[in-house]
């Protein structure tokens, strides 16, 4: 069992910044990968970014050059540094853990709560 928290989404102005934080606790193993995705009203939940342990990451189009993921592995942890943040980028954002535990053939998604980001224009 794997549990995630998220902090620190808000309200922020077109242009500005927010750091989301997450955290993970419990079963965790070596090769998971951590991430941030967001769901924003109507729409599909969609990833925003992810990092493995070793420090690879991928970041969907719409938030490269803006956003910058980072990772604590000691505390299993990440965060999401957004910046000159649009409109578009209000959502609900969720941490997300993935793994294949060694007794399975198929990974596991865990999922934070969600934290709401909104960006007024």
């Known amino acids: 069992q794997v549990q995630l928290v998220e902090s620190g989404g808000g309200l922020v102005q077109a242009g500005g910044s927010l750091r989301l934080s997450c955290a993970a606790s419990?079963?965790?193993?070596?090769?998971?990968?951590m991430g941030w995705y967001r769901q924003a009203a109507g729409k599909q939940r969609e990833l925003v970014a992810t990092m493995t342990r070793a420090g690879g990451t991928n970041y969907a189009d719409s938030v490269k050059g803006r956003f910058t993921i980072s990772r604590d592995n000691a505390k299993n942890a990440i965060d999401l540094q957004m910046n000159s943040l649009k409109p578009e980028d209000t959502a609900v954002y969720y941490c997300?853990?993935?793994?294949?535990?060694?007794?399975?053939?198929?990974?596991?998604?865990?999922w934070g709560q969600g934290t709401q980001v909104t960006v007024s224009t």
């Open positions: 419990g079963t965790i193993f070596s090769t998971h990968v």
């Open positions: 997300n853990l993935n793994q294949r535990p060694p007794w399975r053939t198929s990974n596991l998604d865990y």
